[in-house]
């Protein structure tokens, strides 16, 4: 657990919507300050003046090593630190590997882009976070900092059409332990949450009957999961400095059909 709870700061990446803003909502009500960082074509900074002044919206594309340093330059700058990064920056497509009615294969271009985004973009903010984090004074454990990031189910059951996106869950899933590992001398825990299917703004974009099959899906709850839901655990995993080097699923035992 972090000593302090008031005064502790903390970065979200994708914080304007979904499951980032559900966090940035949670933190800010436990006293967080809070870096909302998200696309410059993002709700990022209503959300912001939204949720009080503990929130800070900073226009972010995480893929930017100018714009993540930025944001971080920002929280030493303003707060004197950093303690928490969450991300949850992402994107998906869903392509077949290759259409043999249309006689076209999944571009290679969107499974780049998917990659590097999600991927890519979550260890530049990991890589650059720990910096700033590795400055802090130790707890009583030695610890210096938390980082969470968002996986996906998908990582291990990914369904039709997924490929992309699998891979690139897969693998913040696969880099998980060695990053623990890595950052274990300096006192940063590391964690990653592997979400089952969440009321979002993309599922929410789905029809009614479509979301209403999905839910049904989930053996217990059988619903889908709230924002809400993924933010308390994101906060359970600040507060127990046992969680680390680990990957969690958080789906009601859902295991996706394909």
């Known amino acids: 657990m972090l000593d302090r709870l008031v005064d502790t700061v903390a970065l979200v990446t994708g914080g304007a919507s979904g499951l980032g803003r559900a966090t940035v909502e949670r933190f800010a009500r436990a006293g967080y300050n809070v870096l909302l960082c998200d696309l410059p074509t993002s709700k990022g900074n209503d959300v912001a003046k939204e ?3 503990k929130v800070v919206y900073v226009p972010v594309d995480v893929l930017s090593e100018k714009d993540v340093t930025g944001a971080l330059e920002l929280a030493k700058s303003k707060f004197g630190r950093l303690d928490v990064s969450v991300n949850c920056a992402g994107v998906a497509v869903a392509v077949k590997t290759y ?3 249309k006689k076209v294969a999944h571009k290679l271009e969107d499974f780049q882009r998917v990659l590097l985004v ?3 973009g979550t260890f530049n903010v990991i890589r650059l976070s720990a910096g700033l984090m590795g ?3 130790p707890n009583a454990d030695g610890q210096r900092g938390v980082i969470v990031n968002t996986a996906s189910v998908a990582a291990y059951d990914g369904q039709i059409g ?3 996106y699998s891979a690139s869950k897969a693998a913040v899933v696969g880099m998980t332990l060695p990053i623990a590992r890595d950052l274990s001398t300096q006192g940063i825990r590391i964690v990653t949450v592997a979400p089952g299917l969440f009321n979002t703004p993309m599922l929410q974009a789905l029809p009614e009957k479509v979301r209403a099959f999905l839910a049904k899906t989930v053996p217990f709850p059988q619903r889908l999961g709230e ?3 993924y933010a308390q655990f994101v906060q359970s995993i600040v507060d127990n400095p046992m969680l680390n080097g680990e990957v969690i699923r958080l789906d009601g035992a859902l295991r996706m059909m394909p």
């Open 99 to 101: 259409n043999f009615n």
């Open 227 to 229: 924002p809400a839901e």
């Open 135 to 137: 400055e802090n004074e």
């Open 51 to 53: 949720l009080g002044e």
């Open 162 to 164: 997924q490929a992309a």
């Open 118 to 120: 999600n991927t890519a």
